[in-house]
């Protein structure tokens, strides 16, 4: 009986159909093919499209913190669940529509902890909304902030984001007619609080 070499040694094997070893190293790379977002395209996407992401949980949120956790959690959960999404490039498409949902979240709960405050910000500004303030001092934003949160949304995916009218249906959940509506009211509400803002 001949024994097996040092390098065949040196290979933990684990059980595969009908009992046969397979090299673990051999079946986790094929796993890793398998799986349609892999740690590589996550870090890379990371990498390219984390600020454009911020900025856009910026546009939905009032603070810093609050959008980069956001941010933060949509990259947690999406490489978590990398093995369900099939089709490398739509990454960042389901990047975005997480970092939506989770703002929408995110604001839901301060709405639940404040008990409905009729306004958005407190009269007196903490440190971090100071900070955030300094930071939001174009008037195109300003100027977001006073639309609905259904306008917002389709506002900051299909100009901000770049999405087109189909892509901000889907990560909305909603119809392109409605898509469409949305925006058409968001614009006209902007320009109406950029003219007084001038």
């Keep these: 009986m001949r024994r097996p070499s040092a390098e065949a040694a040196d290979v933990p094997e684990a059980d595969g159909p009908g009992g046969l070893g397979v090299p673990r190293q051999r079946s986790e790379a094929a796993a890793e093919e398998a799986a349609g977002t892999s740690v590589d395209l996550l870090t890379e996407t990371y990498r390219a499209h984390y600020r454009s992401l911020l900025g856009l949980a910026a546009l939905l949120l009032d603070d810093t913190a609050s959008c980069e956790d956001v941010v933060q959690e949509a990259f947690i959960r999406v490489h978590s669940a990398r093995n369900r999404v099939?089709?490398?490039d739509k990454t960042l498409a389901?990047?975005?529509?997480?970092?939506?949902?989770?703002?929408r979240s995110t604001l839901r709960r301060r709405i639940t902890g404040m008990k409905?405050?009729?306004r958005t910000l407190p009269?007196?500004?903490s440190a971090e909304e100071h900070a955030y303030q300094t930071m939001e001092r174009d008037a195109l934003?300003?100027?977001l902030r006073k639309l609905q949160r259904r306008q917002r949304e389709v506002i900051a995916l299909r100009y901000f984001a770049d999405l087109t009218e189909a892509q901000?249906?889907?990560?909305?959940?909603?119809s392109t007619g409605s898509v469409k509506a949305y925006c058409s009211r968001g614009i006209k509400a902007l320009r109406g609080t950029l003219e007084e803002q001038s």
Aim: hydrophobic content about 50%.
């Design 86 to 88: 099939r089709d490398p």
């Design 94 to 103: 389901y990047l975005r529509q997480t970092v939506v949902n989770l703002s």
């Design 116 to 118: 409905l405050l009729s």
């Design 123 to 125: 009269d007196a500004a």
């Design 141 to 143: 934003v300003r100027a």
């Design 168 to 174: 901000t249906a889907q990560a909305l959940g909603i």
